[in-house]
């Protein structure tokens, strides 16, 4: 917002709230009520108004105050914000960047722990990416609002609190690039936003039974990054997606299809999805524990895949 | 029901002869421009008690009120629902503070009541016969300016026809036509600048026309051919142009409304001289983008002109239907020759001549709830206006901009009209209409006839002038169905193009295995499409 003055945020209590996880705080004070807006809840309607404004020329950052509540905005996401430069026959350009916490959390209940990712993955005309480090977050972010195309930054309610050094210089992250967290020889298990911590865990028991995991984190979700997944899978010859969305119709099954039509020889075994099941998610603490993959089932999925 | 129409011609002499009857609707928030006077309240004040400052128990309108709606076989107590306003006296409010501000306090149960009882009037500048209504506010229209809107207006008609014929023709799939609303789009584009950005729904290609788009580039848009600007990917009659200021058609109703408010939100915020117009029909006025829209325009206070078109129709839906509006003049909107009405008392039908009908007409049908009351919800100044009468919607549109853009703040416009066309080409509106009644309105209330008589009344047009423009444009036209139907459409590669910024991997892929399969079965694909 400061390097450009035409970077202004909309949503529900972004203002002088700061927002609901509290990451617009601070900045309504610093550049005013006009560029840090607090709309009235319709979700549809200030989507619309984000686009209408990044038609005109300002880049805005649209939050949806739980990422669920974005699928009000669904209209307003798929026949415009995906559509109007190809319709306009690209004189309009829509920059926005649309972000939002989602994910399961603690004990939020079935309407707050949507995953979304899933819904919009087929609209044309839209990036989606999930950041989930500190470092990615603010890479991911900054190259968002300088893009061009309207994207869809996928935050997790979970992982607001984590903490990590990060560079003082100015640095962006590539939004179309995987990112190699672990590099390893047995298995490549794909991931992306909460789950990779799931991952991580699992990776340390499996370490310790001595396998080699390649973990690496899509962090794009639309487009896929193929080169990095590719270059993984022909190294280790098996796969394992691990991820929270739902099993039907989620990420994991376009990536395994995308994974099969391009990799097929190169592998040696099925893909192995790891999902979220097709339920609502419950508000019981033990039952959604178990909606949402846990690293033993991961440390068991390698196994059986190695085997 | 006898008794209820004596009584409403008297108000309609009133309407005639009575001079700047707006300033009793508006003397509380209407600031007065250059040709617009400050009038004083006259006699209809006490007929229409619809002013903020004087209310009062109107026990007349609750007499009207009565004769309007027998309520005989209704054997509830309705002694609750009067238009009645509250009595309004200062020593005995006693305010107190809630949310949002001080309210006085009264200990009389009162509701406001569901409707007014009498309609809000339009705003009309020109009777049937092209001639100035005598002391009439309207923003003096200069011989070019009219001779351009004119000839606009009949290039629009044409349009319309001939590319109608095409699509029944076969020669394009689709189009909409304009035909009874050419004023609302051309006389609004006439009084707007070139730096005023337009966010249409669909039935205003009036503005492009007005702004300099040629026949030939709509001739493009409706074949989809290289020349479109839009490079094919919309269907006909969805036009766009960035340098016009319009912004490409999006299908979805009203998705236009938050995003014109975004478009204000953003000129706002660069202090510019220029404010949004953005449209819509009766039918849009039930999303609830519009809803939100007008709410987000009103906080924000955002330069945004809303014009809402209510021509009576969302394709086979009835205002009456769309929204709560008085069920005896929703009956009337469908019988203009024969007022004997359903569900009314009086079943026997009424004819009156051919004149009276007009004006009657005019003034009941733009009776009704509508759309202009909803403005003042949002906190939205409105007018209601005569869409048919050029000079109204010119006049109002050029004062609604000054408002948006000095003041900074939404304005609401409701231009009453009539679908004469169907709703498209997929449409055939005989089946839940008669065609009576568009026969009527397309004769009688024609708007591109109405201005014809006021410019040929000045002198500024002739028949000679008529048949010339008539006749070179129907060649125009014709020569550029023609051109466009045999261009060639735009290059495959414009099929992966402006997806994105630059085409990423997946979508180059998907090109490459598209030529491949071409380059297989050359004799599927169509030849018109260059590689």
Redesign the interface.
């Given at each position: 917002m400061d390097r450009d003055p035409h970077v202004?945020v909309m949503g529900e209590d972004v203002g002088h709230y700061g927002g609901s996880y509290k990451v617009t705080r601070g900045l309504a004070d610093k550049y005013g009520d006009?560029?840090v807006?607090d709309?009235?809840i319709?979700e549809?309607?200030?989507?619309?108004?984000?686009?209408?404004?990044?038609?005109?020329?300002?880049r805005?950052i649209i939050e949806g105050m739980n990422m669920g509540f974005l699928l009000l905005a669904f209209?307003?996401i798929s026949?415009?914000c995906g559509?109007?430069?190809?319709?306009?026959?690209?004189?309009?350009?829509i920059p926005v960047v649309i972000r939002g916490p989602g994910g399961v959390g603690r004990q939020l209940g079935a309407e707050h722990s949507q995953r979304l990712e899933s819904y919009f993955q087929s609209i044309?005309?839209i990036?989606m990416v999930a950041c989930s480090t500190p470092y990615n977050a603010k890479g991911l972010m900054k190259a968002a609002i300088r893009?061009?195309?309207p994207v869809i930054l996928f935050e997790h309610v979970l992982l607001y609190n984590l903490k990590e050094r990060i560079p003082d210089e100015e640095y962006i992250c590539n939004l179309?690039e995987a990112e190699m967290v672990r590099p390893g020889e047995h298995v490549t298990i794909l991931t992306y936003s909460r789950m990779r911590y799931h991952v991580m865990q699992a990776a340390k028991t499996l370490v310790n039974k001595g396998y080699d995991p390649e973990v690496i984190d899509i962090r794009s979700l639309k487009?896929f990054d193929?080169h990095m997944i590719g270059n993984s899978v022909k190294k280790t010859h098996r796969v394992l997606i691990v991820e929270e969305c739902m099993r039907t119709g989620g990420i994991g099954a376009s990536l395994t299809a995308a994974i099969t039509e391009n990799f097929h020889d190169y592998l040696d075994a099925p893909i192995v999805c790891l999902s979220s099941q097709d339920v609502p998610t419950p508000y019981a603490g033990t039952l959604e524990e178990w909606t949402v993959v846990q690293p033993a089932q991961i440390v068991t999925a390698v196994e059986q895949l190695c085997q | 029901m006898a008794l209820w129409f004596a009584k409403s011609r008297t108000i309609i002499h009133h309407l005639k002869r009575e001079v700047g009857f707006m300033g009793v609707f508006h003397q509380n928030i209407w600031t007065s421009s250059s040709s617009s006077s400050y009038m004083q309240p006259g006699p209809l004040s006490s007929i229409f008690p619809f002013n903020s400052s004087q209310r009062f128990k109107s026990t007349k309108a609750a007499s009207q009120h009565e004769h309007l709606y027998s309520t005989d076989d209704d054997g509830g107590d309705n002694s609750q629902a009067d238009i009645t306003y509250p009595p309004f006296s200062e020593e005995k409010a006693e305010g107190l503070d809630f949310p949002g501000g001080n309210v006085a306090c009264i200990s009389e149960m009162r509701f406001l009541s569901e409707s007014t009882g009498m309609r809000i009037p339009c705003y009309s500048v020109l009777d049937g016969n092209g001639e100035i209504i005598v002391g009439s506010d309207y923003e003096q229209l200069s011989e070019e300016i009219a001779v351009k809107m004119y000839t606009s207006m009949v290039t629009l008609q044409m349009m319309d026809t001939m590319f109608y014929e095409a699509q029944r023709q076969g020669r394009i799939s689709f189009y909409m036509t304009s035909t009874g609303e050419e004023a609302i789009s051309i006389a609004a584009a006439a009084a707007l600048t070139a730096d005023d950005i337009i966010l249409p729904q669909y039935r205003e290609p009036g503005i492009l026309l007005w702004r300099g788009f040629t026949i030939e580039e709509f001739a493009s848009q409706c074949f989809g051919n290289k020349d479109d600007c839009g490079k094919g990917r919309q269907m006909p009659n969805h036009y766009g142009s960035k340098k016009l200021n319009f912004v490409t058609i999006s299908s979805p109703i009203a998705t236009q409304l938050p995003q014109a408010v975004g478009v204000a939100y953003s000129l706002k915020m660069d202090k510019k001289d220029a404010c949004v117009v953005t449209y819509t029909g009766d039918g849009g006025t039930s999303e609830g983008d519009f809803h939100a829209a007008l709410n987000f325009a009103a906080v924000t206070e955002a330069p945004v002109v809303f014009i809402c078109r209510n021509n009576g129709w969302a394709i086979s839906t009835n205002i009456s239907e769309q929204f709560r509006s008085t069920y005896l003049f929703s009956c009337l909107l469908r019988l203009p020759f024969s007022f004997s009405c359903k569900g009314s008392p009086c079943t026997k039908p009424i004819t009156l001549s051919g004149t009276i009908q007009c004006f009657f007409l005019s003034a009941f049908l733009s009776l009704g709830d509508g759309i202009v009351v909803r403005g003042r919800a949002y906190g939205i100044r409105s007018i209601r206006v005569d869409g048919n009468d050029a000079l109204a919607v010119y006049s109002a549109i050029h004062t609604a901009r000054e408002m948006a853009i000095s003041e900074q703040r939404p304005v609401l416009v409701e231009a009453l009209s009539y679908r004469v066309g169907h709703h498209s080409t997929s449409d055939d509106s005989t089946k839940y209409r008669s065609v009576d009644e568009i026969e009527y309105w397309k004769k009688v209330r024609d708007p591109v006839n109405r201005f014809r008589k006021w410019v040929e009344r000045n002198g500024w047009w002739s028949e000679e002038e008529e048949s010339e423009l008539r006749s070179s444009m129907k060649k125009q036209l014709l020569q550029a169905i023609q051109v466009a139907e045999k261009t060639e459409k735009p290059p495959l590669k414009e099929l992966f193009s402006d997806v994105y910024d630059v085409p990423p991997p997946n979508l180059r892929e998907q090109e490459k295995q598209l030529r491949e399969t071409i380059i297989r079965y050359p004799q599927d694909y169509p030849s018109d499409v260059p590689l």
């Amino acid at each position: 917002m400061d390097r450009d003055p035409h970077v202004c945020v909309m949503g529900e209590d972004v203002g002088h709230y700061g927002g609901s996880y509290k990451v617009t705080r601070g900045l309504a004070d610093k550049y005013g009520d006009l560029r840090v807006l607090d709309t009235p809840i319709a979700e549809n309607s200030f989507t619309g108004m984000g686009i209408g404004a990044a038609m005109t020329g300002l880049r805005p950052i649209i939050e949806g105050m739980n990422m669920g509540f974005l699928l009000l905005a669904f209209n307003q996401i798929s026949n415009n914000c995906g559509m109007l430069h190809y319709t306009s026959g690209g004189q309009f350009t829509i920059p926005v960047v649309i972000r939002g916490p989602g994910g399961v959390g603690r004990q939020l209940g079935a309407e707050h722990s949507q995953r979304l990712e899933s819904y919009f993955q087929s609209i044309p005309g839209i990036q989606m990416v999930a950041c989930s480090t500190p470092y990615n977050a603010k890479g991911l972010m900054k190259a968002a609002i300088r893009s061009e195309n309207p994207v869809i930054l996928f935050e997790h309610v979970l992982l607001y609190n984590l903490k990590e050094r990060i560079p003082d210089e100015e640095y962006i992250c590539n939004l179309e690039e995987a990112e190699m967290v672990r590099p390893g020889e047995h298995v490549t298990i794909l991931t992306y936003s909460r789950m990779r911590y799931h991952v991580m865990q699992a990776a340390k028991t499996l370490v310790n039974k001595g396998y080699d995991p390649e973990v690496i984190d899509i962090r794009s979700l639309k487009p896929f990054d193929l080169h990095m997944i590719g270059n993984s899978v022909k190294k280790t010859h098996r796969v394992l997606i691990v991820e929270e969305c739902m099993r039907t119709g989620g990420i994991g099954a376009s990536l395994t299809a995308a994974i099969t039509e391009n990799f097929h020889d190169y592998l040696d075994a099925p893909i192995v999805c790891l999902s979220s099941q097709d339920v609502p998610t419950p508000y019981a603490g033990t039952l959604e524990e178990w909606t949402v993959v846990q690293p033993a089932q991961i440390v068991t999925a390698v196994e059986q895949l190695c085997q | 029901m006898a008794l209820w129409f004596a009584k409403s011609r008297t108000i309609i002499h009133h309407l005639k002869r009575e001079v700047g009857f707006m300033g009793v609707f508006h003397q509380n928030i209407w600031t007065s421009s250059s040709s617009s006077s400050y009038m004083q309240p006259g006699p209809l004040s006490s007929i229409f008690p619809f002013n903020s400052s004087q209310r009062f128990k109107s026990t007349k309108a609750a007499s009207q009120h009565e004769h309007l709606y027998s309520t005989d076989d209704d054997g509830g107590d309705n002694s609750q629902a009067d238009i009645t306003y509250p009595p309004f006296s200062e020593e005995k409010a006693e305010g107190l503070d809630f949310p949002g501000g001080n309210v006085a306090c009264i200990s009389e149960m009162r509701f406001l009541s569901e409707s007014t009882g009498m309609r809000i009037p339009c705003y009309s500048v020109l009777d049937g016969n092209g001639e100035i209504i005598v002391g009439s506010d309207y923003e003096q229209l200069s011989e070019e300016i009219a001779v351009k809107m004119y000839t606009s207006m009949v290039t629009l008609q044409m349009m319309d026809t001939m590319f109608y014929e095409a699509q029944r023709q076969g020669r394009i799939s689709f189009y909409m036509t304009s035909t009874g609303e050419e004023a609302i789009s051309i006389a609004a584009a006439a009084a707007l600048t070139a730096d005023d950005i337009i966010l249409p729904q669909y039935r205003e290609p009036g503005i492009l026309l007005w702004r300099g788009f040629t026949i030939e580039e709509f001739a493009s848009q409706c074949f989809g051919n290289k020349d479109d600007c839009g490079k094919g990917r919309q269907m006909p009659n969805h036009y766009g142009s960035k340098k016009l200021n319009f912004v490409t058609i999006s299908s979805p109703i009203a998705t236009q409304l938050p995003q014109a408010v975004g478009v204000a939100y953003s000129l706002k915020m660069d202090k510019k001289d220029a404010c949004v117009v953005t449209y819509t029909g009766d039918g849009g006025t039930s999303e609830g983008d519009f809803h939100a829209a007008l709410n987000f325009a009103a906080v924000t206070e955002a330069p945004v002109v809303f014009i809402c078109r209510n021509n009576g129709w969302a394709i086979s839906t009835n205002i009456s239907e769309q929204f709560r509006s008085t069920y005896l003049f929703s009956c009337l909107l469908r019988l203009p020759f024969s007022f004997s009405c359903k569900g009314s008392p009086c079943t026997k039908p009424i004819t009156l001549s051919g004149t009276i009908q007009c004006f009657f007409l005019s003034a009941f049908l733009s009776l009704g709830d509508g759309i202009v009351v909803r403005g003042r919800a949002y906190g939205i100044r409105s007018i209601r206006v005569d869409g048919n009468d050029a000079l109204a919607v010119y006049s109002a549109i050029h004062t609604a901009r000054e408002m948006a853009i000095s003041e900074q703040r939404p304005v609401l416009v409701e231009a009453l009209s009539y679908r004469v066309g169907h709703h498209s080409t997929s449409d055939d509106s005989t089946k839940y209409r008669s065609v009576d009644e568009i026969e009527y309105w397309k004769k009688v209330r024609d708007p591109v006839n109405r201005f014809r008589k006021w410019v040929e009344r000045n002198g500024w047009w002739s028949e000679e002038e008529e048949s010339e423009l008539r006749s070179s444009m129907k060649k125009q036209l014709l020569q550029a169905i023609q051109v466009a139907e045999k261009t060639e459409k735009p290059p495959l590669k414009e099929l992966f193009s402006d997806v994105y910024d630059v085409p990423p991997p997946n979508l180059r892929e998907q090109e490459k295995q598209l030529r491949e399969t071409i380059i297989r079965y050359p004799q599927d694909y169509p030849s018109d499409v260059p590689l």
